[in-house]
C-alpha cells in the first residue's frame, strides 16, 4: 500500500491469526498489516513454535495478546476458540499459515515417504483448516459476514518435487476451503486459499532447493515474486468488506507466475546455457 497510516480497512473488526513465528514470516507481516487497518486479533501458534520463534515482541508491537494451540488436537483448538470468543466477542476474519512436512526437512524421497510423517504433515497443513472451522463454528466465535484465509502454494496443482507431500497438503487444504466455504455461505462467511509465490521466510528456507524454486518463479512471473508485505496486503482486502462476494477461490498471488508460458528472462538464460555448453564442448 501507498501509505504507512493505512485505509481502516479493518477498524472496528476482529481476527485470529495462525502461524507467525518470526518478522520474516507472511502471518508476521499479515498481523501487522491488520494493525495498521484497525483491526483487533489474537496471535496463536504451536507452543514449540512459540519457544522456537519470537512471537511475544510481535505482541508487544500490535497489542495482541498469544494464545498457544496445537492444531491438530480438537481439545486445543476448541479452547482456543471459546478462549477468543471470551476475549473478544468472536472473529471476523481469521489467517490459517500453517504448515509442516517431517518428510520434507529429514529429505525423504516422494516414493519413499514415511507413512507416520505424511499422516502428520496432512494433519497439520491441511486438516487442521478443518478442524479450525468446525470449531469456530461450532463455538459459536466465528461472526456472520467473516473472512477466512488459508496460505496455499501453487503445488497444490502442479508438483514440485522438492515440496513432496506438502504438494499433497495444499491440494487438501484447498479443497476444504472450497467444501466448507460451500456450507459457510448463507451465513455470508468467505473461505479463500491465497497461492502466494515462493517468499524468503524461515519456513521456506528450510525446503531443500528453496533457492532455485524461488529464482525460477521470480524469472517466470512477469512482476516478479511479490514480498510477504505485499501477500499481507492482498490478505488484508479478502478481511476487509470489499470482498464480501469472494469465497471458494484458490487466489493466484504470484507475480503472474501461474498463467505465464515463459518469460523473455527465462528464454535468454536458457539460450545462454545452450551456447556455453556448446563452447565447452
Known amino acids: 500500500m501507498s501509505t504507512s497510516q493505512g485505509y ?7 481476527g ?3 502461524g507467525a513465528l518470526d518478522d520474516r514470516s507472511i ?11 484497525g ?8 507452543p514449540v513454535a ?16 498469544v494464545i498457544p494451540c496445537d492444531v491438530s488436537k480438537d481439545e486445543e483448538v476448541q479452547d482456543l476458540m471459546e478462549k477468543v470468543k471470551a476475549h473478544q466477542g468472536g472473529i ?16 525423504k524421497p516422494y516414493e519413499g515417504l514415511d507413512y507416520k510423517f505424511y499422516h502428520q504433515t496432512l494433519d497439520i497443513s491441511a486438516i487442521s483448516l478443518h478442524r479450525v472451522l468446525h470449531f469456530a463454528h461450532e463455538t ?50 468467505r473461505v479463500n486459499t491465497v497461492s502466494q509465490a515462493p517468499t524468503i521466510t524461515s519456513a521456506g528456507s528450510g525446503i531443500k532447493g528453496f533457492d532455485g524454486m524461488f529464482t525460477f518463479a521470480d524469472k517466470m512471473a512477469p512482476m516478479g515474486n511479490p514480498s510477504a508485505d505485499e501477500c499481507a496486503d492482498y ?11 469472494v469465497t471458494m477461490q484458490n487466489l493466484f498471488h504470484d507475480g503472474g507466475f501461474s498463467t505465464n508460458g515463459i518469460s523473455e528472462e527465462m528464454m535468454q538464460d536458457l539460450f545462454d546455457m545452450y551456447q556455453n555448453r556448446e563452447d565447452d564442448k
Not at 481502516?8 to 476482529?14: D, Q, V
Not at 483491526?39 to 504451536?46: G, P, Q
Not at 512459540?50 to 495478546?65: C, D, F, I, M, Q
Not at 500453517?98 to 529429514?106: D, E, Q, T
Request: proline letters at 2%; aromatic letters at 8%; hydrophobic letters at 45%.
Open 8 to 14: 481502516g480497512l479493518l477498524k472496528g473488526k476482529k
Open 16 to 18: 485470529l491469526i495462525f
Open 27 to 37: 502471518a508476521w507481516r499479515v498481523a501487522l498489516a491488520c494493525k495498521r487497518e
Open 39 to 46: 483491526a483487533e486479533f489474537v496471535l496463536t501458534n504451536a
Open 50 to 65: 512459540l519457544r522456537l520463534g519470537s512471537l511475544n515482541a510481535l505482541s508487544e508491537e500490535t497489542g495482541a495478546p
Open 92 to 107: 471476523d476474519f481469521i489467517l490459517h499459515a500453517v504448515g509442516m512436512s517431517p518428510n520434507v526437512r529429514k529429505s
Open 140 to 189: 459459536g466465535a466465528l461472526h456472520d459476514g467473516a473472512s477466512v484465509v488459508a496460505l496455499s502454494y501453487i503445488g497444490a496443482q502442479r508438483i514440485f518435487s522438492k515440496y513432496s507431500d506438502m504438494n499433497d497438503a495444499k491440494a487438501l487444504l484447498e479443497s476444504i476451503a472450497r467444501n466448507y466455504g460451500s456450507r459457510l455461505g448463507s451465513r455470508g462467511i
Open 235 to 245: 490478505c488484508i482486502t479478502l478481511f476487509s468488506d470489499l470482498s464480501r462476494k
